[in-house]
């Protein structure tokens, strides 16, 4: 039933274990502390927290740089906890709820409301699906936000057919991780860039050809590319353009603010002439994609790879592991 502690209103509530933060910084800024337990209302549906799993995002949330990660809270963070990738178990259901009852075993980004390095979290119905019941909590959590990405910018946007060449860009990361393997399994020859120690990381996920980005800069050689899914963007739009075969595609995920400044508001002009996009890819979080990607994972056409697992109170080290660039494909925090 939990633990009953008097609360910040001064009326009893239930307390969990929560790793909270209040000012942005580094991973020194969190602690494990006992918060109220949150309460569903509306749409939402209150979950217990088995695995949650680290992305880019978290980081970036955390220490409120690049700049968009302030949406919401330009001064003090806008959430106390942070955490989207989730997988658990429904505890309750808010009024609104009609898909998800108590005991269903459930999965999400929960990019809308975060609150996932906790022990139970509140998440919008929408953001939801049922977890496969042969895939484990961690494999479920390595799933949501990284593997929706790949697939919005691989299939569903970047529509990769056979033969074409595709360069992902930071794809030793989460999000790389599944681009590249998508990316293969449409049939395209696949290029991925990123630091030295992940590139045979990078080739073990079926990428053709590595780059070295610190030794390599991919807009400045010979190759044009078809499409290029860039996950950490610091170039500018001109450069990206360069890059591109006729016809080709190119989305920015997530980088620099100048960058995405300059896709935004330069990107729609400069490819028309050669017949080349430069794009923001904006994700769309939904269950649809969660389960074509679970699907897939179930299948084993594809594999979240999870590279390192931790404890609650080892979120702290997990966020670290990630911000240094330690991370090859996902970090999930076994909570239960
Ligand atoms: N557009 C949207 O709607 C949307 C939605 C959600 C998330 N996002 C964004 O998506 C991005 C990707 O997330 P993720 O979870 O895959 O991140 P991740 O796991 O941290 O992976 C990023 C990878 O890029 C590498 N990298 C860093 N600098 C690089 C460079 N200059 N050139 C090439 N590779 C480089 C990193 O390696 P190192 O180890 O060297 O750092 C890392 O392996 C994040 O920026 C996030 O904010 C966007």
Redesign the pocket.
Same mark, same amino acid.
């Given at each position: 039933m939990g633990v009953w502690a008097r609360g910040r209103r001064g009326r009893y509530c239930r307390v969990m274990k929560a790793v909270v933060y209040g000012r942005y910084g580094s991973a020194e800024v969190l602690r494990l502390d006992d918060v109220e337990r949150p309460c569903p209302r509306g749409d939402q549906v209150l979950i217990k927290v088995h695995s949650v799993s680290v &992305?880019?995002?978290d980081?970036?949330t955390l220490r409120g740089k690049p700049l968009y990660a302030r949406i919401g809270g330009p001064v003090r963070p806008r959430f106390r906890i942070l955490g989207s990738d989730i997988a658990g178990r429904v505890e309750a259901i808010g009024p609104g709820v009609t898909r998800f009852r108590p005991g269903d075993e459930v999965f999400g980004d929960n990019?809308a409301l975060m609150g996932g390095f906790a022990e139970y979290v509140c998440a919008r119905e929408k953001a939801l699906a049922v977890k496969p019941a042969s895939m484990s909590f961690d494999e479920a959590a390595a799933i949501p936000?990284?593997g929706v990405?790949a697939l919005q910018g691989i299939r569903r946007r970047g529509r990769v057919q056979p033969g074409q060449q595709v360069l992902v &860009?930071?794809a030793?990361?989460?999000?790389?991780m599944f681009a590249v393997q998508l990316a293969k399994l449409a049939g395209a020859h696949v290029t991925g $860039?990123? &630091?030295a120690g992940?590139l045979d990381f990078v080739r073990s996920l079926g990428a053709d050809r590595v780059v070295d980005?610190s030794g390599t800069d991919f807009t400045r050689t010979r190759e044009h590319y078809d499409l290029v899914l860039d996950?950490?963007a610091?170039r500018s739009a001109f450069a990206y353009r360069r890059a591109l075969a006729a016809n080709g595609r190119y989305f920015y $995920?997530?980088?620099s603010v100048p960058t995405l400044l300059q896709v935004l508001l330069v990107g729609p002009l400069i490819g028309r002439t050669a017949d080349k996009r430069v794009r923001?890819? $904006? $994700?769309q979080p939904n269950p649809r994609d969660l389960v074509a990607v679970a699907e897939l994972c179930q299948a084993g056409t594809i594999v979240p790879v999870i590279d390192r697992r931790f404890s609650l109170s080892e979120v702290p080290d997990a966020l670290r592991y990630?911000g240094e660039?330690?991370?090859k494909g996902k970090l999930v925090i076994t909570v239960d």
């Open positions: &992305n880019a995002s980081w970036e990019l936000q990284a990405i &860009n930071g030793g990361g989460g999000a790389g $860039v990123d &630091n992940k980005y996950l950490a610091h $995920v997530g980088g923001l890819l $904006v $994700v990630l660039g330690r991370a």
